[in-house]
């Protein structure tokens, strides 16, 4: 079993996910950052040293986390293959891409991604988030008993399915919170604080996950109310000209896919 770690990276991923792994009472060796003060505190939290020159990067770590951005996830482990052994475990977070970003020199190379966003004072219940996982064959189970000895919902995904998955993420979490910039940016122009939204935005997800997205979807448009449609298409027009195309391209997939469906 996986005893040491290492952690590339010193954002808010790396911040999280050090101090759950430290809270498991897992050694963290080291702290790798570009940026060494951002280093220098992360380890001072976890009690782990730190350095920002890859050359003197632990050669005795069982796992090395990849918490970087994607477009660096190819980058870092080709700098690695320089200094570490071919059999070690190099992992990723990301799930929009394959564990083969990381170098194919490393034999042993996989996912583990939380479907979660990261902020730096939000506390995180790590049991509570599903990690999507996948690995080549030779690691897998090795990685599904590190998962289930952490406590965490695991779910075997691989490329095609973490695809699918991110991109329903996407759709439901970062398009959603567009909407309530909208929304915020329609309250202001009347001075009405956005907070007046939190009962039924609170009220809505909760019912949503338990009555399901279909029967609770509610509005104009999905009562196929055509004249309160076009009034507000037309209050659009006038204050806020630059979303009237959302609203009618929103309205209109609603009302096709309740009220026009063949």
Do not use: W
């Given at each position: 079993m996986f005893k040491k770690f290492v952690i590339i990276g010193t954002g808010r991923l790396a911040k999280h996910w050090?101090?759950?792994?430290?809270?498991?009472?897992?050694?963290?060796?080291?702290?790798?950052?570009?940026?060494?003060?951002?280093?220098?505190?992360?380890?001072?939290?976890?009690?782990?040293?730190?350095?920002?020159?890859?050359e003197l990067i632990s050669l005795n770590a069982d796992v090395y986390f990849l918490c970087v951005k994607d477009d660096s996830i190819e980058e870092v482990s080709e700098s690695?293959?320089?200094?570490?052994?071919?059999?070690?475990?190099?992992?990723?977070?990301?799930g929009s891409l394959p564990y083969e970003q990381i170098n194919s020199y490393f034999i042993n190379r996989g996912v583990m991604w939380p479907l979660q966003s990261f902020n730096e004072a939000k506390v995180i219940h790590w049991e509570e988030i599903p990690f999507f996982i996948d690995a080549n064959e030779n690691i897998m189970k090795e990685l599904k008993s590190f998962a289930s000895e952490i406590g965490l919902n695991y779910i075997e995904a691989d490329y095609t399915n973490r695809k699918m998955i991110h991109l329903a993420a996407v759709v439901a979490n970062n398009f959603s919170n567009f909407n309530l910039i909208i929304a915020e940016d329609i309250l202001?122009?009347?001075?009405?604080?956005?907070e007046v939204l939190k009962p039924i935005m609170t009220s809505s997800i909760d019912k949503i996950f338990v009555n399901g997205s279909e029967s609770s979807q509610t509005g104009p448009a999905r009562r196929d109310d055509h004249e309160i449609v076009q009034a507000q298409l037309n209050l659009l027009e006038r204050e806020f000209p630059e979303y009237k195309a959302y609203y009618k391209l929103m309205s209109d997939l609603i009302s096709t896919h309740f009220n026009h469906k063949k």
């Open positions: 050090s101090e759950f792994l430290a809270s498991k009472d897992k050694e963290i060796v080291q702290i790798y950052g570009r940026n060494l003060d951002e280093a220098k505190v992360l380890a001072a939290r976890i009690g782990s040293s730190c350095t920002n020159q890859m690695l293959r320089k200094f570490l052994s071919a059999d070690k475990l190099i992992l990723h977070f990301s202001r122009k009347i001075d009405i604080p956005f």
